[in-house]
């Protein structure tokens, strides 16, 4: 798959949708929301990602105008509609909203829900409901009403209506959570293809970094109100910028060792540690599935490379097939662990002995913040 990166959409077009500096929200003393900025293009999908409680529906709803930032400005299509001081109305910024409940009038047909907020005269209103619900694969629906309707049936009215006035900026707030597995990828990937042909910037709260990978073009990852670091999904995976945002988003080991001459011994060989002095102590972080397994004969492994480094060996503590995986635990020589992932069925018994390595270019140095 080819990612679609932000610069991508800059050689289309050099204004973004929907852009924010320095958007900060403070109740009391406490900065909820600190100092965020985003760029997002026309067409352009990008995930608000983070655990509860990070700040990113209050981002949200900062940047639809319900609520008011402490400091910072919102710009849609280069024109700002809030800057602490000024602030448009919600229906003033051409922003279409979705949240996890549908909210769907239960007494209003299909038709009905969907037309509400158009502002056509009736015969413009019907036919752009018309439009709406064959784009949503719902033409015949018209008469139904909610309670009447499955539950991705009820998020694509709720798209259908958001998309009626032909907002610019879409904001998402964990709208597909509450369907089930099966149908939230099949429901989720219709919509953000009817977004796109829209051409609408999308921003989508998420706390789930599966679902971010899978439909981001960008990802912001969000911690304790502000934005640690924001980059296409493979660039964020790969290359994160600590080790709490490598185990956002999966299982990662951790070794730690000190720095002496730029250097940093583990069970692996050395490590090159360029700009810590000597004494720290840093973390290797590593993710199970870039550990490589062989099998243990006597005293002789495989031969260290440049690659790969020297091996070292480990002792099986517990092996599990999870469905897609087999996880390894394994106990290496110096009481340390370090857990490896296959992809198949692979459940060596407790004690058995192997040689794993791990590729360098898989590993991240970064200073342990506990000491």
């Not at 409901?129 to 784009?135: D, K, T």
């Not at 679902?211 to 924001?230: C, F, K, P, Y």
């Not at 480094?309 to 469905?323: E, I, N």
């Amino acid at each position: 798959m080819i990612e679609t990166t932000a610069d991508d959409y800059n050689r289309v077009s050099l204004k973004p949708r929907l852009e924010t500096q320095d958007l900060t929200r403070i109740y009391g003393d406490r900065a909820v929301v600190s100092g965020v900025d985003l760029r997002i293009m026309p067409g352009q999908v990008t995930c608000l990602l983070g655990p509860s409680g990070c700040g990113k529906s209050t981002t949200l709803r900062l940047i639809a105008g319900v609520e008011r930032q402490t400091t910072g400005t919102v710009c849609i299509e280069g024109q700002m509609v809030s800057n602490g001081t000024m602030h448009a109305p919600p229906e003033q910024r051409g922003i279409g909203l979705m949240f996890q409940d549908f909210a769907l009038f239960p007494h209003m047909n299909v038709a009905d829900n969907v037309a509400f907020g158009l502002h056509g005269s009736a015969a413009e209103n019907r036919l752009r409901v018309a439009e709406l619900l064959e784009r949503v694969n719902l033409k015949g629906f018209e008469k139904t009403y909610p309670h009447e309707l499955s539950g991705g049936e009820q998020q694509r009215v709720a798209l259908a209506r958001a998309l009626g006035p032909r907002p610019r900026v879409m904001l998402m707030d964990e709208p597909f959570s509450g369907l089930d597995n099966r149908l939230r990828d099949a429901v989720r990937e219709a919509t953000l293809d009817v977004l796109k042909e829209e051409n609408t910037a999308v921003l989508l709260v998420t706390h789930d970094p599966d679902e971010a990978m899978r439909v981001a073009d960008e990802i912001a990852l969000m911690r304790q109100g502000r934005v640690v670091q924001s980059a296409p999904p493979y660039t964020i995976y790969t290359n994160p910028v600590d080790r709490e945002t490598a185990s956002f988003f999966s299982d990662i080991n951790v070794l730690h060792a000190d720095v002496h001459g730029a250097l940093c011994t583990t069970p692996f060989g050395e490590f090159l540690a360029p700009g810590y002095a000597d004494g720290t102590c840093v973390e290797i972080v590593f993710r199970p599935q870039h550990v490589h397994l062989d099998f243990y004969r006597e005293d002789q492994g495989p031969f260290p490379s440049p690659s790969v480094g020297m091996p070292a060996r480990g002792c099986v503590k517990r092996a599990r097939f999870t469905g897609r995986e087999s996880l390894i635990v394994f106990t290496m020589d110096d009481g340390s662990e370090v857990t490896a992932s296959i992809p198949q069925v692979f459940l060596p018994k407790p004690g058995m002995a192997f040689w794993l390595s791990v590729r360098r270019d898989r590993c991240h140095v970064f200073q342990d913040p506990r000491r």
